[in-house]
């Protein structure tokens, strides 16, 4: 390839035999014959067919790169992605997604017109039958350029919620990625890592362009670990939380204008314990749990830099069943999920 590479689209492969044909089909009828870009594959570790289907599509188009490696997961095969990417943009890219026909046109144009550190794009859903599923509201309502000085309005956002702090729906400038940071310590993380290499770019950026067009198109999987419950959410939600939490006090915020990344914190934690009471039966694993709610240090951080005005009253009751007694948190927090259960179960009776 001699032509200077301007984007590298980056595609984590695992076990994706049946979707990764699908996926780059979408992304070669998106940028046609624009030479300056790769397509970059690694495989990692895959024991399906998608090493097969991968040379077969690699060996079509010379702007296609596949690589192997042995299992390492989602974060580190990311980090490899760019060590090995020679665009002067980054496109992440699940291979079980898509991208729209007119991605790349619009990227493009967006990247030519305003020359943003980082394009911030929406989405939209589709199952596994292929339906398209409600396209959610994107977070503004007009496609708008955050300079310095307003850059932080839309990291708060991000941080905030559930939504929009996926890495996959960023174009980002290569030189403002930490690519020789070290993510080994997070390998092992399987919920929030887009979060976590996501916020040193946001810090970095010099600016961000949020563009309204639904522009990726989002496999939803409803057995997939976004969706169901998992025993280790809440130590990788507590650090990647943590490290999101320290990079927005490199932004000069004080705790008073974290006020809203605290309540979905506070939030988020609560509605983990309120999972766990249900799915965990052993006391044991229970009261580690509850001792570490209760040794949660960005929890307390939290706490202390909201009103209690500013808790819905079921929070306020969680917060304080939460700070007593260990056996009797368990006990309430079982009955209250019970509670809830049986009365979805009679709701759904009389239908």
């Given at each position: 390839?001699?032509?200077?590479?301007?984007?590298?689209?980056?595609?984590?492969?695992?076990?994706?035999?049946?979707?990764?044909?699908?996926?780059?089909?979408?992304?070669?009828?998106?940028?046609?014959?624009?030479?300056?870009?790769?397509?970059?594959?690694?495989?990692?570790?895959?024991?399906?067919?998608?090493?097969?289907?991968?040379?077969?599509?690699?060996?079509?188009?010379?702007?296609?790169?596949?690589?192997?490696?042995?299992?390492?997961?989602l974060i580190l095969t990311r980090r490899?992605?760019?060590?090995?990417?020679?665009?002067?943009?980054?496109?992440?890219?699940?291979?079980?997604?898509?991208?729209?026909?007119?991605?790349?046109?619009?990227?493009?144009?967006?990247?030519?017109?305003?020359?943003?550190?980082?394009?911030?794009?929406?989405?939209?859903?589709?199952?596994?039958?292929?339906?398209?599923?409600?396209?959610?509201?994107?977070?503004?309502?007009?496609?708008?350029?955050?300079?310095?000085?307003?850059?932080?309005?839309?990291?708060?956002?991000?941080?905030?919620?559930?939504?929009?702090?996926?890495?996959?729906?960023?174009?980002?400038?290569?030189?403002?990625?930490?690519?020789?940071?070290?993510?080994?310590?997070?390998?092992?993380?399987?919920?929030?890592?887009?979060?976590?290499?996501?916020?040193?770019?946001?810090?970095?950026?010099?600016?961000?362009?949020?563009?309204?067009?639904?522009?990726?198109?989002?496999?939803?999987?409803?057995?997939?670990?976004?969706?169901?419950?998992?025993?280790?959410?809440?130590?990788?939600?507590?650090?990647?939380?943590?490290?999101?939490?320290?990079?927005?006090?490199?932004?000069?915020?004080?705790?008073?204008?974290?006020?809203?990344?605290?309540?979905?914190y506070i939030n988020s934690i609560l509605?983990?314990?309120?999972?766990?009471?249900?799915?965990?039966?052993?006391?044991?694993?229970?009261?580690?749990?509850?001792?570490?709610?209760?040794?949660?240090?960005?929890?307390?951080?939290?706490?202390?830099?909201?009103?209690?005005?500013?808790?819905?009253?079921?929070?306020?009751?969680?917060?304080?069943?939460?700070?007593?007694?260990?056996?009797?948190?368990?006990?309430?927090?079982?009955?209250?999920?019970?509670?809830?259960?049986?009365?979805?179960?009679?709701?759904?009776?009389?239908?």
């Amino acid at each position: 390839m001699d032509a200077k590479i301007k984007y590298s689209i980056l595609v984590p492969a695992y076990n994706v035999g049946n979707y990764i044909n699908e996926c780059i089909q979408s992304v070669l009828e998106s940028i046609k014959d624009y030479a300056a870009a790769e397509i970059v594959i690694i495989d990692d570790g895959s024991t399906d067919k998608t090493k097969d289907v991968c040379l077969e599509i690699a060996s079509k188009d010379p702007r296609i790169r596949f690589k192997q490696q042995e299992n390492k997961g989602l974060i580190l095969t990311r980090r490899n992605l760019l060590r090995i990417a020679n665009g002067e943009y980054i496109i992440f890219l699940d291979s079980d997604d898509k991208w729209s026909k007119n991605f790349f046109p619009t990227i493009d144009s967006t990247i030519d017109l305003y020359k943003p550190d980082v394009i911030m794009f929406s989405y939209s859903r589709f199952n596994e039958n292929g339906s398209l599923l409600p396209i959610k509201k994107p977070l503004y309502d007009v496609s708008q350029m955050f300079d310095m000085h307003m850059k932080t309005e839309i990291i708060l956002k991000i941080v905030s919620t559930h939504h929009d702090n996926n890495i996959w729906s960023k174009v980002i400038k290569k030189e403002i990625i930490d690519v020789e940071t070290d993510y080994e310590p997070y390998k092992n993380i399987q919920m929030g890592e887009d979060l976590l290499q996501l916020m040193p770019v946001l810090c970095n950026a010099k600016n961000i362009y949020f563009l309204t067009d639904a522009l990726y198109e989002y496999r939803q999987n409803l057995h997939s670990m976004t969706y169901s419950y998992k025993p280790d959410y809440l130590q990788n939600f507590r650090d990647v939380r943590w490290n999101v939490y320290r990079s927005l006090k490199t932004l000069n915020l004080s705790d008073k204008d974290l006020s809203a990344f605290f309540l979905h914190y506070i939030n988020s934690i609560l509605f983990y314990l309120l999972q766990s009471s249900y799915y965990i039966k052993n006391n044991k694993v229970r009261l580690e749990l509850y001792s570490e709610f209760k040794s949660d240090k960005l929890l307390s951080i939290a706490q202390d830099a909201i009103k209690p005005v500013m808790l819905s009253k079921r929070l306020r009751i969680l917060l304080m069943i939460t700070k007593k007694q260990y056996i009797y948190n368990l006990a309430i927090l079982k009955v209250l999920f019970g509670v809830k259960t049986i009365y979805l179960r009679l709701r759904k009776s009389k239908k």
